[in-house]
């Protein structure tokens, strides 16, 4: 939730900048032209970066990177209940659990039910 008002307020900021900048290039002095945006030097040619950090999360299924957006103690909380649920012998639910942590953002969900069922005797 902190996350989206944040990613809300940053529009918002870089909205209102680009606004007053268009609006200062157009409020040219009485009798004289306003200035192109060439000539303000509103806008810039940029060169494409080929970094890689360009490309991280643009497309999830061939990133190498995943990042994990869901809160630590939910993750902690879902994994707890994985490893529980198959200690009990309960697959079904410890999958739901895997797919509802999937769901909330984890990225170890599926490596935790793994290794819970390793351990099993």
Same mark, same amino acid.
């Given at each position: 939730?902190? *996350?989206? $008002?944040?990613? /809300?307020? @940053?529009?918002?900021?870089l909205?209102?900048?680009? =606004?007053?900048?268009?609006? %200062?290039?157009?409020?040219?002095?009485?009798?004289?032209?306003?200035?192109?945006?060439?000539q303000? %030097?509103l @806008?810039q &040619?940029?060169?494409?970066?080929?970094?890689? !950090?360009?490309?991280?999360?643009? =497309?999830?299924?061939?990133?190498? /990177?995943h990042?994990?957006?869901?809160?630590?103690? !939910?993750?902690?909380?879902f994994?707890?209940? $994985?490893?529980?649920?198959?200690?009990?012998?309960?697959?079904?639910?410890?999958?739901?659990?895997?797919?509802?942590? &999937?769901?909330? %953002?984890?990225? *170890?969900?599926?490596? @935790?039910?793994?290794?819970? !069922? *390793?351990?099993?005797?």
């Amino acid at each position: 939730m902190m *996350k989206a $008002i944040l990613a /809300v307020s @940053i529009l918002l900021a870089l909205s209102a900048c680009s =606004n007053s900048q268009h609006k %200062g290039a157009s409020n040219a002095p009485e009798g004289q032209q306003p200035l192109s945006q060439e000539q303000s %030097g509103l @806008i810039q &040619e940029v060169e494409p970066s080929h970094s890689s !950090v360009d490309t991280i999360g643009a =497309n999830a299924d061939t990133s190498d /990177v995943h990042m994990s957006s869901i809160e630590p103690e !939910v993750e902690a909380m879902f994994e707890q209940l $994985i490893v529980q649920a198959v200690a009990d012998g309960d697959h079904q639910k410890a999958l739901r659990f895997v797919q509802d942590a &999937e769901q909330a %953002g984890s990225i *170890k969900a599926r490596k @935790i039910y793994e290794d819970a !069922v *390793k351990a099993q005797p």
